[in-house]
Antibody
Framework: EVQLVETGGGLVQPGRSLKLSCVAS????????MYWIRQAPGKGLEWVSS????????YYPDSVKGRFTISRDNAENTVYLQMNSLRSEDTATYYC??????WGQGTLVTVSS | DIQMTQSPPSLSASLGDKVTITCQAS??????IAWYQQKPGKAPRQLIR???TLVSGTPSRFSGSGSGRDYSFSISNVESEDIASYYC?????????FGGGTKLELK
């Protein structure tokens, strides 16, 4: 059974950092691009980051570029999202995903003083 | 960035109805559009990719079509389990962009 399990969310002050993890199981992790997508409370979906199979190529929208870093450890079947200089507008549920289904259950990040 | 204009924002349907949601891209997206279903408190689930390809497990009452800038997503014979929000996603160009969503409710 394919599973994606995110951890690392929580309450953090503006300007601080947080690192999310997503552990994958049930498929050949190293063969798949991985993605982070977020959803602010009561709002729509926003693509946050993509990483290719070997981690050599990463992509971000302007809203997080320079602040967020996606990485992966294929030996540990894990994808990460390092989030620096967090802002209130980064408050959202962060989902880990691969092509198709399922997505992870999401982890809530709240940026507030 | 490519803008995805999704309509309507909300939709009311009776069981057994056919409903259609549209997404218009601000430029040609070469059929690289996917459709997602999200139920309250749950993660989104991909239903369709590349305009009309049903993802494994997607019931056949769901369908997608379109080309160029204009795309549509339909549910024939709406069932109670289809009550959810639906989003389109263009993945032709970075940054990937989602439509604003359509909330499907029961009439």
């Amino acid at each position: 059974e394919v599973q994606l399990v995110e951890t690392g969310g929580g309450l953090v002050q503006p300007g601080r950092s947080l690192k999310l993890s997503c552990v994958a199981s049930g498929f050949t992790f190293s063969s798949y691009w991985m993605y982070w997508i977020r959803q602010a409370p009561g709002k729509g979906l926003e693509w946050v980051s993509s990483i290719n199979t070997d981690g050599g190529s990463t992509y971000y929208p302007d809203s997080v570029k320079g602040r967020f870093t996606i990485s992966r450890d294929n030996a540990e079947n894990t994808v990460y999202l390092q989030m620096n200089s967090l802002r209130s507008e980064d408050t959202a549920t962060y989902y880990c995903a691969k092509e198709g289904n399922p997505w992870g259950q999401g982890t809530l990040v709240t940026v507030s003083s | 960035d490519i803008q995805m204009t999704q309509s309507p924002p909300s939709l009311s349907a009776s069981l057994g109805d056919k409903v259609t949601i549209t997404c218009q891209a601000s430029q040609n997206i070469n059929k690289y559009i996917a459709w997602y279903q999200q139920k309250p408190g749950k993660a989104p689930r991909q239903l369709i990719r590349y305009t009309s390809t049903l993802v494994s497990g997607t019931p056949s009452r769901f369908s997608g079509s379109g080309s160029g800038r204009d795309y549509s997503f339909s549910i024939s014979n709406v069932e109670s389990e289809d009550i959810a929000s639906y989003y389109c996603l263009q993945y032709d160009n970075l940054p990937w962009t989602f439509g604003g969503g359509t909330k499907l409710e029961l009439k």
